[in-house]
């Protein structure tokens, strides 16, 4: 399993972009790379997925180098009910996903 | 819309105690996964199943065990509870399709208290 870092928390306000940076130094070849969403009491959410260059839908964008070494999630002018945890996860097609802690963003008025 | 259901929010049950938590999608997805999250840990990975009557271990499957008679159905069981199992628990379904479509989908989760 690829190990992934991100940041423990970020912070911003309303309609400021957040950008999320996910690092994955050991990357396999057939590895993607997907972002999920929880809410407080909720079970997460799949928010976006991609394996090269940019992958964008209408919840947010994602930035993949050539040597996909990392990855940035970007949020588009960020709401209030944007304020959650994001999790980074890196694995090939079939393969059991693990969760690490995180990057808590919370958008503020 | 794909639905995970699990059969409780909230349990609370005593050192020793044999527990069921019982996940149901209604996708005919063949995978399933039980996760157990605590604080500062993210999501870790006790259970999952490929097929009917599957399972394999995930990272800390000890204390635990599961069950897939339906395919429908996943439940974990915790054999003999004790007060480091309580935690908020989520089944997750998923089905191998083409890339650019492939998620998890979770359940609400069950917060189990063991006293």
């Known amino acids: 399993l690829a190990k992934t870092t991100q940041p423990i928390s970020m912070d911003s306000y309303e309609g400021q972009e957040v950008n999320i940076t996910c690092s994955h130094n050991?990357?396999?070849?057939?590895?993607?790379i997907t972002w999920y969403q929880q809410f407080p009491s909720q079970g997460p959410r799949f928010i976006i997925q991609?394996?090269?260059t940019k992958v964008t839908n209408e919840v947010a964008s994602l930035f993949i180098p050539a040597d996909r070494k990392s990855s940035t999630l970007s949020l588009p002018r960020v709401s209030l009910s944007d304020t959650a945890v994001y999790y980074c996860?890196?694995?090939?097609?079939?393969?059991?996903?693990?969760f690490g802690a995180g990057t808590t963003v919370t958008v503020r008025a | 819309d794909v639905k995970v259901t699990q059969s409780s929010r909230y349990l609370v049950k005593r050192t020793g105690e044999k527990v069921f938590l019982e996940c149901v999608q209604d996708m005919d997805h063949e995978n399933m996964f039980w996760y157990r999250q605590d604080p500062g840990l993210g999501l870790r990975l006790i259970y999952f199943s490929y097929d009917v009557k599957m399972k394999e271990k995930g990272d800390i499957p000890e204390g635990y065990s599961v069950s897939r008679e339906k395919k429908e159905r996943f439940s974990l069981i915790l054999e003999s509870a004790s007060t480091n199992q309580t935690s908020m628990y989520l089944c997750?379904?998923?089905?191998?399709?083409?890339?650019?479509?492939?998620?998890?989908?979770f359940g609400p989760g069950t917060r189990l208290l063991v006293l």
């Open positions: 991609g394996y090269k």
């Open positions: 996860l890196v694995g090939p097609n079939d393969y059991k996903l693990s």
């Open positions: 997750a379904s998923f089905e191998t399709r083409d890339r650019g479509e492939e998620t998890q989908y």
């Open positions: 050991n990357i396999a070849t057939n590895d993607y």
